[in-house]
């Protein structure tokens, strides 16, 4: 940086009359009528001499067209580019302050007698040695802020984001140089594949705001309308929350991280490795490869240290927030892992994620060690879309469904043994608490205390099949099938426990069998004490459709059973 003493004093004063103030002289030698100049000049290291002209009755004077009597002050640099101007005309050049700026500050060049001086007592020059332009100065023979002229090369120029990429409220302007008497009027927003409706500007000098709703998520383009500013239209993306696709993240192993999982609200397209950062915290991991599709991602990662990192993803149309991940290192993990012990929500998650993006043809068992609630899953796989599996969710606790949806839902291909286990539902829930498109084996346990719209406890369809060795099914209601209901050539053997106390609020209390679907049971006594509230064909225990099939032991009921009350067919 260099500097600049300014207590030089006055190194040279000469008034020159006419044609020698920037080409504004009319040639009269009149000292009234035609502008005058006197020079002062300072100097800094290199010897480039700043000069500060001071004109009278600057009736011509193309750079501050005022009329009367007065002083104009100006400072140029050797060029004559204008550097700084005072703020239209004073009446004594005693005791006047000019203000400039550089990017070290702000300024004040005073004129007392003869002699410049400055508060403070030394400037700092910038790396070039020059003043940058204080607000609102203009090139040479231009008036400030009055640009007129289709030559933006001295314009203020401007950028124009918005406030938020997740949920924009404004769009915000920073100015290369300081701005005054900037309105709302004077931005023009216009619609795009987004699209805003305007509200109030704030701001000052360079900073300004325009409040803005966004009623569609993306790209507006602005521009303003302001002499002395750029003219040029920018485009902002702005977003909506409504619209923004939200999503959540989870290592796929409690013990061993291979994988970060994303999970998406809405189906993604186009996402790359790329779009994702990982920043080490108290763990570190370096990035693989990106694979999956619609809702459903995983990133492959190699980590180094176990702990937090941090994970977010810079894509348009995605949330913007960064997000925490812990990370494991250590033995297990990946396709080899068989056994999880699961006594938290986060931990279900993990063992859930790490049997879903491993091989096929595996048996893995979950350990439930403690009580813990789960969002729960309206129709996605809880182990996703792998094929050949074998789950055993063991231990003597209870899961329970915290919001709306099924805590396990299987995929043709798919086994699942319970055993012992718990799984609570709620009055508010509509779906049932176990969806069967593989096969699921109920050895004990329970499944109770759910509401849903067909199978209150359990639904078994598209030629699934339920085997129901133990265990009870109880408390739980539907329109169709208060305790079970079977469809779509579906099969349920029931050689053990016990389904009771449930509630159709239509037909089948304990049972529907649906079309094409099929239900042996060993005794008729396994199914007891339900309730169907449809009278004319309530079926208080069991009820079969017309191409259903009901057996016992093996061998189909005989139309005598179907009294109506408590067992009935329709024909």
Not at 20 to 34: K, P, Q, R, W, Y
Not at 44 to 64: H, I, R, W
Request: net charge neutral; charged share 15%.
């Amino acid at each position: 940086m260099k500097k600049v003493n300014l207590w030089l004093g006055i190194l040279v004063m000469t008034l020159i009359f006419g044609m020698m103030v920037v080409g504004c002289g009319d040639g009269s030698t009149d000292d009234n009528s035609g502008p005058k100049s006197a020079t002062y000049s300072s100097y800094d290291k290199s010897g480039n001499g700043y000069k500060l002209l001071v004109t009278k009755n600057p009736k011509k004077a193309a750079y501050n067209p005022q009329s009367g009597d007065g002083y104009v002050l100006t400072i140029t640099d050797p060029s004559g580019k204008i550097l700084g101007t005072s703020t239209g005309t004073v009446k004594d050049i005693n005791g006047v302050t000019l203000t400039l700026k550089n990017e070290n500050g702000e300024f004040k060049i005073t004129i007392t007698g003869n002699t410049i001086t400055s508060v403070p007592e030394t400037i700092t020059m910038d790396g070039g040695g020059m003043f940058r332009p204080s607000p609102g100065a203009l090139s040479p023979n231009k008036p400030a802020g009055n640009d007129t002229d289709d030559d933006d090369d001295d314009d203020i120029t401007y950028t124009a984001k918005a406030n938020d990429n997740t949920d924009t409220t404004a769009i915000n302007f920073v100015f290369s140089e300081a701005v005054s008497g900037l309105t709302a009027s004077n931005i023009a927003v216009a619609n795009g594949t987004g699209s805003v409706t305007k509200g109030t500007l704030t701001g000052s000098g360079k900073n300004w705001s325009l409040g803005i709703t966004v009623t569609a998520a993306g790209n507006v383009s602005v521009k303003i309308t302001k002499n002395g500013i750029e003219s040029g239209t920018k485009t902002v993306a702005v977003a909506k929350m409504d619209d923004i696709i939200t999503y959540a993240i989870e290592s796929n192993s409690g013990t061993n991280t291979t994988g970060i999982n994303f999970m998406f609200n809405a189906a993604v397209s186009g996402l790359t490795a790329n779009d994702i950062t990982i920043t080490n915290g108290t763990g570190s991991a370096t990035k693989g490869t990106l694979t999956g599709s619609g809702k459903l991602w995983q990133l492959k990662v190699t980590v180094t240290t176990a702990g937090n990192i941090s994970v977010k993803i810079a894509k348009s149309g995605i949330e913007s927030g960064t997000k925490t991940l812990k990370v494991f290192t250590g033995l297990g993990g990946g396709s080899g892992d068989s056994s999880f012990n699961v006594g938290s929500y986060n931990e279900w998650k993990a063992a859930c994620s790490t049997i879903a993006y491993a091989d096929s043809n595996q048996s893995y068992t979950i350990n439930v060690t403690g009580d813990f609630d789960v969002p729960g899953s309206p129709y996605t796989s809880t182990f996703g879309k792998v094929t050949g599996i074998t789950v055993t969710i063991t231990g003597n606790h209870t899961i329970t469904v915290s919001d709306i949806g099924s805590l396990i839902v299987t995929n043709s291909g798919q086994t699942v043994n319970l055993k012992d286990v718990r799984l609570e539902g709620h009055s508010a829930n509509k779906h049932c608490l176990v969806r069967v498109g593989g096969t699921f084996n109920m050895e004990s346990g329970s499944i109770s205390n759910n509401t849903s719209i067909q199978g209150g406890a359990v639904i078994v369809a598209n030629s699934a099949t339920f085997n129901m060795k133990g265990g009870s099914i109880t408390g739980n209601t539907a329109e169709y099938g208060g305790g079970v209901d079977l469809f779509n050539s579906a099969t349920f053997t029931m050689t053990g426990g016990t389904i009771s106390g449930n509630t159709a609020t239509k037909v089948g209390g304990g049972v529907y069998v649906g079309s094409s679907a099929t239900f042996d049971l060993k005794d008729l006594n396994m199914v007891k004490s339900n309730t169907a509230q449809e009278k004319s064909s309530q079926a208080n225990e069991i009820c079969v459709a017309e191409t259903g099939t009901l057996k016992i032991n093996g061998s189909v009921a005989p139309n005598s059973l179907y009294d109506g009350t408590n067992y009935h067919k329709y024909k």
